[in-house]
């Protein structure tokens, strides 16, 4: 099974920029679709964006839709979310998950997801 590393957190202030890694090991994340989560203190952890394991397809909620973009580098196994346009509201811990469900993916839904990594945290305050 895959394990999942989140880094690139960090405060920010609104309308800055910051770019998370998700890091795969032990095993080749090239058979995984990898979506990004985030939850809020007091909320639910939700869904943020999704890439297909071939990278061709990519989607995002409608709160991230173009701030956000999601890409991969398999060669380096590893997921990047570009956050751009940062607003308070984005701030939550941000998880990556990996599925081996790709037709899955557009919806971005949690169960569908089977490793996830322990998170980062992002602050976005002035």
């Known amino acids: 099974q895959v394990q999942l590393v989140e880094s690139g957190g960090g405060l920010v202030q609104p309308g800055g920029s910051l770019r998370l890694s998700c890091a795969g090991s032990g095993s080749t994340l090239d058979y995984y679709a990898i979506g990004w989560f985030r939850q809020a203190p007091g909320k ?17 909620t409608e709160p991230v839709k173009g701030r956000f973009t999601i890409s991969r580098d398999n060669a ?4 990047y979310l570009q956050m751009n346009n940062l607003e308070p509201e984005d701030t939550a811990v941000y998880y990556c998950a990996a599925s081996t469900r790709d037709t899955k993916c557009p919806w971005i839904y949690e169960p569908d997801f089977d ?3 322990r998170g980062t945290q992002v602050t976005v305050s002035s």
């Open 44 to 60: 639910e952890r939700e869904g943020v964006s999704c890439i297909k394991s071939s990278g061709n397809g990519r989607y995002y």
């Open 76 to 79: 380096k196994n590893t997921v």
């Open 115 to 117: 490793s996830w990594g």
